[in-house]
């Protein structure tokens, strides 16, 4: 049993398709063969404020931005989940996505984070003596739906 607080390693990590809407879909579908780390975040506009009176002007947070996630995974085109993706930016339909990131191996303990969006970008590639990537650019729509601990 990994102690709690323990460092995450790269390689520990599932991501999952579900239905979009307002709360974490009940289930997800974990998709095969992802092949890069992806990447997820956020950032925040800073806004200057210019005071007169003062030698420094102040610096506000403002709103937020989720930041898109590339997805790259080894293509298998007869993988229901990874056809459930793709069919997704053919129809132009919201999905959910939840991203797991692990501790170790046994994948028992970690933390979450889901958003819903968009896949707003698809590309085959690949290239001779190379497996075949399909990628994909998820559109994050607003904030995260759900966030926290693993399990």
Do not use: H
């Not at 075949?132 to 966030?147: R, S």
């Amino acid at each position: 049993m990994p102690t709690p607080m323990d460092i995450f390693g790269g390689t520990y990590f599932t991501v999952g398709i579900g239905t979009a809407g307002a709360t974490q879909a009940a289930t997800f579908t974990n998709i095969p063969e992802v092949a890069a780390f992806p990447g997820t975040g956020s950032t925040a506009t800073v806004i200057e404020v210019v005071s007169f009176n003062t030698s420094y002007n102040r610096k506000l947070v403002g709103s937020k931005t989720t930041a898109d996630v590339t997805l790259q995974v080894n293509w298998m085109p007869d993988n229901a989940a990874q056809q459930q993706l793709v069919t997704a930016f053919e129809n132009g339909t919201r999905i959910q996505l939840k991203f797991s990131y692990f501790t170790d191996a046994t994948k028992t303990a970690g933390s979450y984070v889901v958003y819903n969006g968009f896949i707003s970008e698809k590309k085959i590639e690949g290239d001779r003596d190379k497996v075949v990537n399909l990628t994909m650019t998820f559109a994050c729509d607003g904030a995260p739906v759900a966030q926290g601990l693993l399990p």
